[in-house]
């Protein structure tokens, strides 16, 4: 079966620093990859998809970036996070465009 | 643009009883899917039911089932025989089908559900 985990779980980063969150899926090739973001009491807002190695779509303009550098792996990344980066970060994968299955999740908080 | 439109912010339920979360979207597409989402305390989405808009029969997942009216645009989820452990965040979720480039959920803002013993 199928499984995704992120890390780190939480993470507190003083403004300015840079990020590295990362989720890794098994069992399964070739997976669509997903970063979201879900603010305090809000809904998922999509920052980033992947349908293969090297190939990232980006759905916000911000100070965040996305990289595959595997087939299996997907980095969200930040050079100089800022306050407003603060949030609970979601990663998903999908087969073939279908249903997204999320992973556990990383809350970040900048200080 | 799409959009998911959840009025409910909170709703309660006592334990073994019935409780329906309401959902509506906006689109002018034909062929989509629908989700429900659960987030207990943990933040984790977990997946509760999934409907596809050209099939006419509502999805249905053990004490989870939906009401899929597409002519209105509404996608509401029954909970039959609550749980404590179904006390949750709830999103209602869209996905187009329209095009390949357009792979993201659009989701609404979420109900809360508290399940009373």
């Known amino acids: 079966s199928q499984t995704i985990h992120q890390w780190p779980a939480t993470l507190v980063q003083p403004v300015g620093s840079p990020l590295s969150l990362e989720c890794t899926v098994e069992?399964?090739?070739?997976?669509?990859l997903y970063w979201y973001r879900q603010a305090a009491g809000r809904g998922l807002q999509l920052l980033f998809y992947?349908?293969?190695?090297?190939?990232i779509s980006s759905e916000v303009p911000q100070n965040l970036s996305a990289s595959r550098p595997q087939d299996r792996q997907f980095i969200l990344s930040s050079k100089k996070l800022l306050l407003s980066d603060s949030g609970f970060y979601l990663c998903a994968w999908s087969f073939d465009a279908d249903t997204q299955y999320f992973g556990p999740g990383t809350r970040l908080t900048v200080l | 643009a799409q959009t998911v439109t959840q009025s409910q912010p909170e709703m309660s339920v006592q334990e073994a009883e019935t409780v329906t979360l309401s959902c509506t979207y906006d689109t002018s597409e034909s062929d989509y899917y629908l989700f429900w989402y659960k987030q207990p305390p943990s933040r984790q989405m977990i997946l509760v039911i999934r409907?596809?808009?050209?099939?006419?029969q509502n999805a249905t997942e053990n004490r989870f089932s939906v009401n899929f009216q597409k002519a209105a645009k509404s996608f509401s989820l029954k909970i039959s025989d609550s749980q404590l452990g179904d006390a949750a965040m709830y999103f209602c979720?869209?996905?187009?089908?329209?095009?390949?480039?357009?792979?993201?959920?659009?989701f609404g803002t979420g109900t809360r559900l508290q399940v009373f013993p």
């Open positions: 992947s349908v293969g190695i090297g190939q």
């Open positions: 409907q596809e808009a050209y099939k006419q």
């Open positions: 069992g399964t090739s070739n997976p669509n």
């Open positions: 979720a869209y996905r187009s089908l329209g095009s390949y480039n357009t792979d993201k959920l659009i």
